[in-house]
């Protein structure tokens, strides 16, 4: 276990609940290409007693994604620079995810192991509208912080006795 989820698990969760998840949550997302790994955090809080799972899945969601938004505005920051030495690759881009419905695409990598932060740096870079963004990326961030908190809870639960498999 790194240090950061150690720490997070055993000093600053406890006294914070809730809002010390989400800090963290923000804080491990806010870092770009490496993330610290949160998604163990959720995953072990999902099956922890006194945690909520509906609860863990949507506050860390809503902490991951606005954690994202460091990779978004490093791509509006960057984008004469990227346009520069490759704005055709951007326009292909763009109309790339245009055709492919680009909403989905944020949801889908937002929601999977996925490099959401090229993403958010690509999206940054295009100009495409930052709350379109931050709403894609909190929908997927949901989804997948539900999806790890839920497998915690049935996991933990099913090692502890509390849950029966078959």
């Not at 740096?121 to 909190?138: C, D, E, Q």
Request: proline residues 5%.
């Amino acid at each position: 276990m790194s240090a950061f989820v150690q720490w997070a698990l055993t000093e600053f969760i406890p006294v914070w609940g809730y809002l010390g998840l989400f800090i963290v949550e923000v804080i491990s997302s806010a870092t770009i290409i490496f993330p610290a790994p949160a998604f163990a955090i959720n995953f072990i809080l999902g099956g922890t007693p006194g945690f909520n799972p509906w609860l863990v899945g949507i506050v860390a969601g809503i902490g991951s994604a606005i954690g994202e938004v460091t990779g978004y505005g490093l791509g509006m920051g960057g984008r004469e620079v990227i346009e520069k030495k490759y704005g055709r690759w951007l326009t292909r881009t763009r109309d790339w995810m245009e055709q492919h419905g680009d909403f989905l695409i944020i949801i889908l990598f937002a929601a999977t192991p996925l490099p959401h932060d090229v993403v958010g740096m690509l999206s940054g870079a295009v100009n495409y509208p930052f709350r379109k963004f931050l709403l894609a990326t909190i929908a997927g961030k949901i989804i997948a912080g539900l999806a790890l908190a839920w497998a915690g809870y049935y996991s933990i639960g099913w090692l502890l006795g509390i849950f029966k498999i078959g």
